[in-house]
């Protein structure tokens, strides 16, 4: 009955977080945004476009970030058999997947006019598309297999050898980007940040991860209300049978 | 007409309150059976009672849920290796490669499984002696069945665990089926076979449907 | 050690054989090598420039279209049941049917490589660098691919799926393999990129192995 216990005790604590959470994610959305869009300055060299990055930064940040959650349940799933490990590998998914679609598509609307072209096979962008792909293949592994506790084994072996792959990933990209681009190529961060442009991407670093937070509970607290259904009627259609046999 | 095979031990094997749980769904629980050198258990029940899933238990394919298997008095959880070194697993399906032949089939499970050099036996015992060159494709799905059981005399193993056996065979290889097991039970063997049907020898019967769950609300996470 | 001999020579034998995925990765090979030509034209100074990448994009997709079979004809068969309580621990199990795939679909690509490159007109310089990130390389492929094809075993559409969870896995090893053949044609060292290309195969045999076996236990449960 100890797995019975456990989703109840969390149900009640992310009951009373999620309030705080949701709050806390409009709140610093608001005020990041308002720094970042009105009153942070144009940057000398990129304009406007710099503010790109208050997106762009805690974005990519949080698609890793998220990998990691996943690897993690994946490692507490595999190591302790904690059904609840599964479930918030599942949840989590889709919210990262979104984080590297985001990191994606800001990167190509600042890439456009730095660059003059949407796209460079530069090794973050490309990193970051590698990255998108391996989510999509966890979420498929969970969607192709029926029985979910398989599915969420498997999914989490996955997670953990994907992590396993990503510095690989990472440094053969960063390889291969200098081979192929030996001149200067062009970073995306400074070697300083001026202190009015901190003060916004910490604001907004703060509302991704609570986002992230608010979320992924949201997701959790369904994906366990589903399930108690799917037991409730397996039960229902248990007794029907028992009484039609009586 | 078969070999016979040599008994290695005089253990027994038996189950205490197993419970077994597929697609996480219980499908019995408190199941106890024991058996001794020289005895046979049936397994009955309807279809989804858990019969199959007993025999995977047993051959080390499947964890209990709860409860545990004992062979010889020790835990399979703690000493596997010994238990798998002397038993046989017919499953309900054959695990023959259709491209070869009847005995390269067997030829490659007696070597997989290190005792090369019986293959003519488990042909013999199977009355497959014919059909030894025949691709295993060709064969019909009883000859194929036959094939599948020939496996059991590859090597001596203590217990046998077998599913539906005699599906597809005829009278006459239903007689060898049950001469075969007969000898093996003379000798202190045990068999624990999942059958609907009768098998034309003395033994227990463990109806499985009396270990259905129930529990009323079991972890539904 | 007689068992792993057994079970090389059977996976390696049925692949070989008529039906098998040899023949068909060797043509598959060939075929989509013949195809880029038409796309970026016959010009020798092109197809030099992209020979490297052809060859080896041909040749991950070559070893990635039979990694499908890999469990999965066993799976269906219940020969993997059988196998996975025989005398091999599970990884060791893995290890050795992934050898026998890479015996079966990368092995012959090595000879066919070096004709196909020159059809590219790829420079005399390269050919060493060429056949050694492929001897180097292609190991990492059979062993990565063989958690793909454990992790899908039994599954509807696991060949998409299949590709999904390997190609982005496929990366690093397109990038050092390539690096080396790249820098030999422009005669700069090619040692590093060996030599990293080597690393990412020794990792991908010990996750390959023990993520490949943990994938296979749950679809024998």
Known sequence: MHKFANPTRFLKLAAAVFPWAAGLTIALFAA????????????????????????????????????????ASGAASLIWKHPLADVAGKAAAPIGAMFTALALVTGMLWGEPMWGTWWVWDARLTSVLVLFFLYLGYMAVWDAIDNRATAGKAAAILAVVGFINVPIIKFSVDWWNTLHQPASVFRMDGPTIDASMLWPLGLMFGAFN???????????????????VRALEDLLVRQTERESAV | MGPNPTVQTQDGFEARSLACRRAGRLVFEGLDFSLAPGQLLVLTGANGSGKSSLLRLAAGLLSPAGGALLRAGVDLAKDRDSHLADLHFVGHKNALKPTLSAAA????????????????????????????????????????????????????????????????LDQASRTRLADAMRRHLECGGMILAATHEDLGLSGGVLELERFAPRTALEEWL | MRSILALLGRDVG??????????????????????FPFGVGPGAAT?????????????????????????????????????AIGPLPLPLLVLVKTVAHWVS????????????AITLQLESTAYPALLASLVIGTPALSFIGAIGAALTTGLRRAGVLLSLIVLPLYVPVLIFATGAVDAARNGFDTAPHLMFLGAVTLVAVVVGCWAAAAALRLHLE
């Open chain 1, 210 to 228: 609570a986002y992230f937070v608010t979320v992924l509970i949201w997701r959790i607290r369904a994906e366990l209300q589903a399930r108690r």
């Open chain 3, 105 to 116: 679909t990368a092995l012959p690509l090595l000879v066919l490589a070096p004709v196909l």
């Open chain 3, 47 to 83: 197809l030099a420039k992209v020979a490297p990448g052809v060859v080896w994009v041909a040749a991950l997709l070559a070893s990635m279209l039979s990694l499908d079979r890999m469990f999965e004809t066993d799976f269906e068969d219940g020969s993997l049941d059988l196998l």
């Open chain 3, 14 to 35: 049925l692949s070989w054989a008529a039906g098998g995925s040899t023949r068909l990765a060797l043509a598959f090979f060939a075929l989509t090598v013949t195809l």
């Open chain 1, 32 to 71: 990041g945004l308002v720094m970042a869009l009105v009153f942070s300055p144009d940057d000398y060299q990129q304009g406007s476009t710099v503010r790109i990055m208050y997106l762009h930064v805690p974005a990519a940040w949080m698609a890793l970030f998220t990998y990691t959650v996943l690897a």
């Open chain 2, 105 to 168: 089939n067997l030829e490659f499970w007696a070597r997989f499984l290190g005792d090369a050099g019986n293959v003519e036996q488990g042909l013999d015992a199977m009355g497959l002696g014919g059909l030894a060159d025949l691709p295993a494709g060709e064969l019909s799905a009883g000859q194929q069945r036959r094939l599948g059981l020939a496996r059991l005399f590859l090597r001596p193993a203590t217990l046998w665990l077998l599913d539906e056996p005699t599906v597809g």
